[in-house]
């Protein structure tokens, strides 16, 4: 079994900042992608960002320059840092992993389980 556990969301006042966890626990062989999602009432959910376990990055546009992904191999953990917080960037934020077990032949996505994050104004 393949656990992801997100921390850190709550609620901050515009311009404000907040750091997400997430950490990837059980019967794991390798990771390969971690990342982060969120999806605001009402609409779909959309990537916030993605890293690989070589440590390449990629942002939506629309937080580019004010997030930050970063991951610890060691500890199976994946971080956002989130800076310059708009009431735009209210949603529930996922985490998710490619992750493969030792019994698995090839990486399947695991997904959190959700934190809010709400931004207000």
């Known amino acids: 079994q393949v656990q992801l556990v997100e921390s850190g969301g709550g609620l901050v006042q515009a311009g404000g900042s907040l750091k997400l966890s997430c950490a990837a626990s059980?019967?794991?062989?390798?990771?390969?992608?971690m990342g982060w999602y969120r999806q605001a009432p009402g609409k779909q959910r959309e990537v916030v960002a993605v890293?690989?376990?070589?440590?390449?990055?990629n942002y939506a546009d629309s937080v580019k320059g004010r997030f930050t992904i970063s991951r610890d191999n060691a500890k199976n953990t994946v971080y956002l840092q989130m800076n310059s917080l708009k009431p735009e960037d209210t949603a529930v934020y996922y985490c998710?992993?490619?992750?493969?077990?030792?019994?698995?032949?090839?990486?399947?996505?695991?997904w959190g389980q959700g934190t809010q994050v709400t931004v207000s104004s």
């Open positions: 890293t690989t376990n070589s440590g390449s990055t």
């Open positions: 998710t992993g490619q992750i493969r077990t030792p019994s698995g032949l090839k990486e399947y996505d695991y």
């Open positions: 059980g019967s794991i062989f390798r990771i390969n992608a």
